[in-house]
Structure formats: structure tokens, C-alpha cells
């Protein structure tokens, strides 16, 4: 079963600093029929304008991944943490027990990313930042960017049973990830086109497949994609905080 999610039926809300849309159920936007997807319960796809940002504010027990499409982001945490992620970069925080953290784009440019959040394995543990580097040549495989998969050396630490890939492809290439049982997969396309088993989809919009031992994803154009491999089935789960 592969679902596509066009970008323009996301919900969302212009703040004039801030354009947010979301792909689940966030703030204002509300819709009993996009809440989550197994344990992934956020991806925002937010467009921030210079000199302005997210001030401090808290955030626990919550896995939560910044994949960078343009521009940098500032963090800043009441534990000290401070770094600046780029394009094509990714920073991971763990909030845990709670943590007080700000999210600025200091730059002279607009800043836009996805921010996804995933529910841990676990509650209550001690909170975490981390940012990396990852190469932007590496076409034709994916890439873990984010795991709790002690097997992806080189991804970002995340306490989930879930792992974020990045693929980039040149047109008429195709990259093949296999799903064990019961996995389910969620992936947005950050630019170009593509298509998923052969549903099509373009740049910015999301992809949800369930009950496929495999996908094989595509490109019509050059294309680069964040997909999350989680474990299924959807199931309820408590609002974020």
C-alpha cells in the first residue's frame, strides 16, 4: 500500500516570520485523519525568514530530527549546546526529561527544513543534541542520516527503533530498500520528482507505504528524498509537548 500526500493538501499557517506546513496534526491544524504514522508523530516542512527564528521554548520526551534544505539553523539549549546546521546537514535532540532550546536562522537568506519528531523507546531519559556532516555527492544509495540502529555507523544517535534515510538519484536512476515485516515507511521529496512503485509524486510531497516487503524509488528528474523506515502499524498514541 503506497499513499501519496500532496504537498498542497498539507495543513499549515503563515506567521509572516514563519511559513509552516504540516504533514500531521500540529497547532491550529487539526485532522483526526493525520495524526501520526506508527511512532513518527511530526514532520513539519517550515520556511523561516531571516534574522528570525523560534525563541526559547521546552520540548520532553520526544526524539526530534532538523534535516536542513536551505540556508543554516542556529541551536542554542539551557545546557549549553550552541551549533549552526546547513543545507544537507542534520542535527538530532533528544529532549528526554526536558530541555529548553531556540531555533534561529541568523543569516541574510531564508531558512527552510523539515522538522520530524518520533516518539522514543523510552521516557524520561537524559536530554541530547548532536549535529553532522553528510557528503553531498553520494548519489544512488541510502544513506542513514539518523538511527537507533546500532548497525548505520556514521548516523546520528536517535533513541527510536526507527532509522531517517537520505537518497539522492539522477534522473532515470533507482535506488531499492528492503522492509522487514510489519515496517512502514514515510518520505517526503525535498526537490525533483520521482515515483514510488510507481506512484508519482513531486517536490515537497509526502509518501506513505505499509505492507510492502520492499519500495523501489525512482527518478523522473534529479531528485533528493528523506525517508523514515519505522516500525507498524499505526497505532494511537498521546499528543506532543
Known sequence: MITRVPFASLGGANHGWLDAKHHFSFAEYQDPARVHFGPLRVWNDDRIAPHTGFGMHPHRDMEIVTYVR????????HLGNRGVTPAGDVQVMSAGTGVMHSERNDSDEFCELFQIWVYPRARARAPRWEQRAFPKDAFGTFLPLASGDPRHEGALYIDADATLFGLRLHAGEHAVLSLGPGRIVYAVAVAGAGD????AFGARDGIAVAEEASITVRATEELELCLFELPGPPAHLPAPR
Open 196 to 199: 514510488v512503485g510507481g506512484v
Open 70 to 77: 536551505r540556508g543554516a539553523i542556529t541551536h542554542g539549549d
